[in-house]
């Protein structure tokens, strides 16, 4: 079956798969209008100079010397987040793998909810009893009226 034309295309060819052109973006080379310095930045720059005059000291950040100046050598320590497990812990996990298999049963269950410490009615044997509070809860409050100063605003209003 050597048949040259694509039976899912029309006559006029293959053009309804055809991706649309994409849609233009935003305007380039357009005009900025230049207002100035930015007040912001000439308060800071103005702060900036009285601040390394008071101290007699100028202020240098981003060269070569004051980066290696301020540098932070710990940064440098490269760490280990998923370090390889010891081979005593692998040879014991391989010993618990094979013992299970010969008993048929799993016997530590890794990730399971229960906490081996407590039993099944939960881990009540590590709450604290309750004291009692140092001060009268339900006390009786006397009502003496309404407060002068209470009083004294609301006339004055």
Known sequence: MNVESDP????SGCGQFAHPAPPAGPPMDYPVPS???????????NSLNISEQMNKHKLVMGTPESKAKWHNIAKDTLYDYH?????????TN?????AEDTLGKQMI???SS????CSSAGCTQYEHP???KGYPMNYVVPN????QGVKDAANSI
């Open 8 to 11: 899912i295309c029309s006559s």
């Open 35 to 45: 207002f100035g310095k930015d007040p912001d930045m000439t308060t800071t720059m």
């Open 83 to 91: 370090p390889s497990l010891d081979k005593d812990v692998i040879t």
């Open 94 to 98: 391989r010993n618990i793998d094979a």
């Open 109 to 111: 269950q890794l990730g």
């Open 114 to 117: 229960s906490d081996p410490i």
């Open 130 to 132: 309750l004291k009692k």
């Open 144 to 147: 003496f009226g309404e407060d």
